[in-house]
């Protein structure tokens, strides 16, 4: 089992950045791979960014340049820097565990998730 709670997140204007956190508890979190995934209203689950547990990263052609992940194994706990943020980025941000580290950016390959934390762009 593993408990992952996202915080961070909050009301920024366009062009402003924010820092999500993801902690987890639980497994061994060095050993898998942690993902970022959003929802916006109306919209599917989709893919942001990803590390696994060499420390490479995935992103998606939208957050690229834009968005970083990193993590942080000591404190079990995985990071999304988020510059130059647009009203577009505006979703529910969910962080999530994918413990085969498959490194598909498909939601349906990560087990565990959070509960996800609102973030708004205002324009």
């Known amino acids: 089992q593993v408990q992952l709670v996202e915080s961070g997140g909050g009301l920024v204007q366009a062009g402003g950045s924010l820092r999500l956190s993801c ?54 706990t995985v990071y999304l820097e988020m510059n130059s943020l647009k009203p577009e980025d505006t979703a529910v941000y969910y962080c999530a565990a994918d413990l085969r580290n498959s490194g598909s950016p498909l939601w349906a390959h990560y087990d ?5 934390t609102q973030v708004t762009v205002s324009s």
Request: aromatic share 16%; no cysteine.
């Open 23 to 76: 902690a987890a508890s639980g497994r061994t979190f060095r050993s898998y791979t942690m993902g970022w995934f959003r929802q916006a209203p109306g919209k599917e689950r989709e893919f942001v960014a990803a590390i696994n547990w060499s420390r490479r990263t995935y992103s998606a052609d939208s957050v690229k340049g834009r968005f970083s992940i990193s993590r942080d194994n000591a404190k079990s």
């Open 112 to 116: 565990y998730w959070g509960q996800g």
